[in-house]
């Protein structure tokens, strides 16, 4: 672009930005989705309208409010805290910069009895159907920032689809500390919420309130830049989880990919070893890839029992996470055999130091690292530092993916920093001589405590995964025990574990584990309304431990299973035990999921309640192709009607031939089918149908 064309291009934005009113305190950040008008009135900064574009609708703020900063003298200290709004702070100037990617406004805020200053900063791109908004927060004097809500906004439509919030310390299955969830406006199709995994984002009264618990103190003259709030829209909103995945699919710090592994968890437990791991990696690559022509897989990955943690003399002072001798050293032999197959390896890997790792807990306690009451704390200084070298060294070595399982607890227990190593303490709630997973702390009245924990236990495994991620910008990462479900953590990981769930699929039959595993994920989908992509949900199967079974019963619970549209396939299997016909399941059901990947960003959950034996299953469609799973799993033969609708996912008027990786499935179908068609189908007991569609 020329120079005379710059300027034109400057002097065109800065028109648009002004265009919303003939008055110079007011400013527009516009684009074709949507725009944002800002206002300084009487001196203090407000939004007067946020216009979605697409549909036509507005959003008009009737109170004067534009963000909420809670601060106070410590987190330690009984009261003393305030609630200061945009409304306690008189505009000093107003800043904008236009470039050839969007636009961007500054407006300087200041709050002398307080001594704050604080940079509010607007961001929009030219392409983007979302604006962000963030605070960079100048503290004069001492001062802790104890919340900061970057969005507060009300709205006549604001809804808060997840409303749990159950921070428990000992509670089997029952984990859902309500981090990282968006907000919606009903009235005008938007999406709300904070780009932080552990954030709090809330509808009070009518009002949108994005932002976190954080709790630290900023010394004098210290700058604090808060993370960004965001606003997306989308045509209609009824369909809104589109837009609000598709923005998700945007910022992930790396786009979704079809991960095929083996794990050695249900080949061997805790016996793996070099030379069965070996020879269990050379049969998969052997049955699947040289013989059935499947696409190499991705990565081996050795799960507990790699680590030398369960003898007497195991010693983790100098170095966390050594390897035993059951392996050799640095795993060079391992990394050997999987690199003669063009593929990565992958470990298991307890961040708090549990399951197979907490014979180690009480060790590090004794040698001066923060210990918990059975795991170690996420924010303990010295711990966290030594867990990072390890991780980051081990990823040096050639480990490319990692399963970190227990974060924060598992499945059953979970900790909670009491002492203020690392993160914010309240020494007034008389925790002093609790253990941190005391079962009084499951109280409400410990949750603030309990979530700057988390809060800033999730900031510090973040700085670990942004520099993994500079270590290898391919490395695949999983968190599972003790994480939480919040799509803002796919900014820096690859895939959650499904959190309240069991390894292994509860049942006697394909159909009662389907249903256990189909069941959780209606439970988190449609009666929680959890808002995470589907795609990136580790869900523990497909598994295949036994043989014996038909092939058709295999191939139907397989092809279901990755019918749920996760882009994870890890196979957990006894490799020793299998029969040819297992492999030729396994073989179709691998090359069905590549086929079908590119449909998995738009995945989503139809019918019914699986705990209930109503029929249900899974549906994903992109451009001029899409498929549809459906599942019978009561004792009754069912009819099922299913329209080829956009509420089903179709997103493209046509015609669509119809397939089926299973030739039984195309009973009573006809060959061709129009969107907008209405498709009745009648299933036999425990019946599956995979259809296709191009």
Known sequence: MSQFAKVVYIIVLSLIVFACSEKQNEYILENDYLSRCISIKDGYLVTTKIQNKINGQSLTPEAAKEFKIRVSKGTDKVGGDIILTSKDFKVENVSELKTGDGQKLVVNVSNEENNLKVAVQYELGNEQPYIHKYLTIIANEELTLERIDVEAIDAKGAYQPYKLKEITTRAAANWKPGLGQPLYDTETATFWGTEFPASTNLVINQDLNCGYLWGNTLKKGQEYTSYKSVVGVADDYKFIDEAFYDYINQIRVRPLRLQVQYNSWFDFYTGVNKDNFKASVLKVNDELVNKRNVTPLKAYVIDDGWQDSRRPESDWSDQVWKVNN????????????????????????????????????????????????????????????????????????????????????????????????????????????????????????????????????????????????????????????????????????????????????????????????????????????????????????????????????FKDYLLMNISRGTGFIELYLKTDVLSNADWDVLAEGLKWSEQVFPLFTNVKMHGGNPKNLDVYGYSAWKDHSGYVSIHNPSNQTKTYTLKLDRILGVKEDGTYNVSSPIESDLKQLENTYTSGDTITISLEPKEIRILNFN
């Open 326 to 553: 059951k392996f050799s050293s640095n795993l060079a032999d391992t990394h050997k055999t999987v690199d003669s197959l063009g593929a990565m390896l992958g470990v298991w890997l307890s961040p708090a130091s549990i399951l197979g790792a907490l014979p180690m807990v009480e060790k590090m306690g004794n040698q001066g690292f923060e210990k918990l009451g059975r795991s170690m704390s996420m924010t303990g200084p010295k711990y966290m530092q030594r867990l990072e070298d390890r991780i980051l060294e081990l990823e040096k070595d050639g480990v490319c993916y990692f399963k970190f399982d227990g974060l924060f607890g598992h499945l059953n227990i979970r900790d909670f920093e009491l002492k203020g190593r690392g993160t914010p303490a309240m020494p007034q709630l008389d925790v002093e001589n609790l253990i941190e997973n005391d079962s009084v702390l499951s109280d409400p009245k410990y949750d603030e405590l309990k979530t700057y924990y988390l809060v800033n236990g999730t900031e510090r495994l973040m700085s670990i995964f942004k520099k993994m991620a500079t270590v290898n910008p391919d490395v695949f990462i999983a968190i599972t025990n003790g994480a939480y479900l919040s799509p803002w953590w796919l900014q820096y990981i690859d895939v959650v574990w499904m959190i309240n769930a069991g390894d292994a699929a509860e049942g006697g039959t394909r159909t009662d584990e389907l249903v256990y595993r189909d069941g959780i994920y209606y439970e988190i989908w449609k009666e929680e309304e959890t808002k995470f992509p589907m795609n990136a949900l580790f869900n523990h199967e497909p598994k295949k431990v036994k043989t014996g079974e038909s092939k058709e019963a």
